[in-house]
């Protein structure tokens, strides 16, 4: 079946520092991929997508390439801020019949400090 | 209007108690769904409603039921509950039929079982 893997947090940068959160996915056939984000205490909120091979997506200084050959959609930033505390999941959507659903991996914590 | 509301927002309940979940949107998507999130986890699917029908079904034991009265309506009835089911409920929604779509996710009710 589907599956998503993520590095393991929690992550702990300086403010200003670059941040890559590695995903890598198993899946058939061609899956979109995303990356959503969850504040504390909030639902999940859209970061980013991508929906074909070479594909980048990028949003708020945020940014991750499709990569088929890796099957791979890591998460970069040049530059974090404490804002951008949050945990972040990594999942691919596939069909099942009419039915599309979305595999998350475990998701990974990252903690920004002054 | 892109989001997707959810009523409680925190709800605690007695084993022997039954309550119900709601989740509203008018964003015109065809298929929504629930979501359970442990602490520190990442979201498990539950339910997926695809044009008012149920399309998945991930095995969820039968003191969880489901229940979609319309197009915009998603409600998941709750009974005989365990403390183990002490969870973040998510509900969300998207487009039916694509799996390169955004999925709008609510805020969550935080359920207690006591």
């Known amino acids: 079946g589907d599956s998503v893997t993520q590095m393991e947090g929690p992550v702990t940068l300086s403010e200003e520092a670059f941040l890559t959160i590695n995903c890598t996915y198993t899946?058939?056939?061609?899956?979109?991929l995303f990356w959503y984000v969850q504040y504390p205490g909030e639902g999940l909120q859209l970061l980013l997508k991508?929906?074909?091979?070479?594909d980048k997506g990028s949003n708020k200084g945020f940014e991750a390439t499709y990569r088929k050959e890796t099957t791979s959609f890591h998460l970069e930033k040049g530059s974090v801020q404490v804002s951008d505390s949050a945990v972040y999941f990594c999942?691919?959507?596939?069909?099942?019949?009419?039915?599309?659903?979305?595999?998350f991996g475990t998701g990974t914590r990252l903690q920004v400090t002054l | 209007d892109t989001e997707v509301t959810q009523t409680p927002k925190h709800l605690v309940m007695g084993m022997t108690n039954k309550k119900s979940l709601k989740c509203e949107q008018h964003?015109?998507?065809?298929?929504m769904y629930w979501y359970k999130q442990k602490a520190k986890k990442p979201p498990e699917l539950m339910f997926v409603?695809?044009?008012?029908?149920?399309?998945i079904n991930e095995s969820v034991p039968s003191r969880f039921s489901p229940e979609c009265p319309n197009s915009s309506l998603l409600n998941l009835h709750l009974h005989a509950l365990q403390p183990e089911d002490s969870a973040l409920y998510l509900c969300?929604?998207?487009?039916?039929?694509?799996?390169?779509?955004?999925?709008?996710f609510g805020q969550g009710t935080r359920l207690t079982v006591v």
């Open positions: 969300a929604s998207r487009a039916p039929g694509t799996s390169n779509t955004e999925a709008f």
């Open positions: 899946a058939t056939g061609y899956p979109s």
């Open positions: 991508a929906t074909k091979a070479d």
């Open positions: 999942a691919l959507s596939s069909l099942t019949g009419t039915a599309s659903k979305l595999t």
């Open positions: 964003m015109g998507h065809r298929a």
């Open positions: 409603y695809s044009y008012e029908k149920l399309s």
